[in-house]
């Protein structure tokens, strides 16, 4: 692996637990070795294997890297890169696949999908079995809606609790209901740069808004819908924890072992939920942030947010970290865009638009930090632009002209930003 900036990893288990204590003794020695000023710790998000979260850092760093004479003072700086690996499974399909779009819904594909996302491999097994007998028969499909309950962490917090609750609780027939056919309302805009022009696997309406008009049954996309939003709470509680668990406890040692270094977190995805619970559990100062297409609410930082008083999960971060918190959002990220219209639909909260800012249960990455106490809005600049990261604050960059997709999150205009932040 050819990281242009010093670089250690730690790799942590789903409870947050350090797989390898050797790994704690490099990055020690690479920080007594290096003296840095500023410490980098990037979390990947789903859908990673170990060599996939490598290549990503290795990108991102690459173009931290190749900007880096763009940014006063950057050049003097001595930096260090901490990649954090951790157990994340796939949570939606490819971007590019073409799944949601009604493209290659197939039985084979499901069974697939199914094995690569259930870990439990008995539970997987039984899914797998039932998936022929999904066409016509609802029993078989309240059996696998009962069957991935069953991988559903006991119980949530945040703003999507209800939208919880109902998924493991509601009325099996009801929610499979709502499964068995794509949302129309968040369809894509016409193709702009490819992903942009899949739509994602909303749910439908009930059934006392009024019929299905302008939607087609399809047994697998509901079962797809399904895998997609029980995967999606397992994953949010183990960025959760990993990063409560274990990250937070990771940023305590290395201010311990590097203590004038400023320490910097990034984020991808369910990555992004993983820096924040550990900036929220960390004794160690933390100088920036940077949010790349997070997965969690844009009521995740929010105060107020449903106006009964109730604050996001977060809200305490901002404060927490001295710079800039960065966050990158983009309406053309359609696995953001998937998890929430799903929830949305499972609590009955039909917002004017499945996903966006009117939708309570929108997320970050598509829409920005939302009713965020010291939140600004402002657009992800090319190369060389002015950003004015002045002081703490929450800056919700629209990103649609630079990241095509949830994954295109490793281009010089990312970097640049990120960088600009280290260094606001």
């Not at 439990?120 to 069957?147: C, H, N, T, W, Y």
């Not at 990034?266 to 960390?282: C, D, I, P, Q």
């Not at 657009?379 to 002015?386: P, W």
């Amino acid at each position: 692996m050819a990281m242009s900036l010093p670089y250690a990893e730690v790799e942590f288990d789903k409870k947050g637990a350090f797989v390898d204590p050797a790994q704690l003794k490099e990055l020690d020695a690479l920080l007594a070795q290096k003296h840095p000023t500023d410490v980098i710790v990037i979390s990947h998000g789903w859908n990673n294997t170990h060599g996939q979260a490598r290549s990503l850092y290795e990108q991102l760093v690459d173009s931290i890297t190749a900007v880096r004479g763009k940014v006063a003072g950057a050049r003097q700086r001595r930096f260090v890169v901490v990649g954090v690996l951790w157990p994340s499974i796939q949570w939606a399909p490819d971007e590019n696949s073409g799944a949601g779009a009604g493209v290659g819904d197939s039985a084979a594909e499901l069974e697939t999908e199914i094995r690569e996302r259930v870990e439990d491999p008995e539970i997987a097994d039984r899914l797998i079995a039932l998936v022929p007998k999904l066409e016509g028969s609802s029993a078989a499909q309240e059996e696998f809606l009962e069957l991935l309950r069953e991988t559903l962490p006991k119980s949530t917090k945040g703003e999507d609790v209800a939208a919880f609750t109902a998924l493991k609780e509601a009325d099996p027939q009801e929610v499979i209901a709502a499964a068995k056919t794509l949302a129309a309302e968040d369809a894509a805009p016409a193709a702009v740069g490819g992903a942009a022009s899949v739509e994602p696997a909303g749910l439908p309406p009930l059934a006392e808004e009024g019929g299905a008009a302008g939607f087609f049954d399809n047994v697998i996309q509901m079962g797809r819908n399904l895998l997609n939003v029980t995967t999606y709470y397992t994953m949010k509680e183990r960025a959760g924890v990993v990063g409560k668990k274990g990250v937070a406890p990771l940023l305590d040692r290395i201010h311990k072992e590097a203590r004038d270094a400023r320490i910097h977190l990034v984020g991808h995805s369910f990555g992004g939920r993983a820096v924040t619970a550990a900036a929220l559990a960390t004794k160690a100062p933390i100088a920036s942030m940077s949010l790349l297409q997070a997965a969690y609410s844009h009521f995740g930082m929010a105060t107020d947010w449903d106006g009964s008083g109730a604050n996001g999960m977060f809200a305490k971060v901002p404060a927490k970290v001295s710079g800039p918190i960065i966050v990158t959002h983009t309406h053309r990220d359609k696995a953001v865009g998937l998890a929430y219209p799903i929830a949305s639909r499972l609590a009955r909260q039909i917002g004017q638009g499945l996903g966006d800012e009117n939708d309570p249960y929108g997320g970050i990455g598509r829409n920005g930090a939302l009713k965020t106490r010291g939140g600004k809005t402002g657009t992800l600049l090319d190369v060389g632009g002015r950003y004015d990261f002045a002081g703490p604050g929450v800056w919700s960059l629209k990103s649609d002209d630079f990241i095509s997709g949830h994954s295109a999150i490793t281009g010089r205009q990312v970097g640049y930003a990120v960088l600009s932040a280290v260094m606001a």
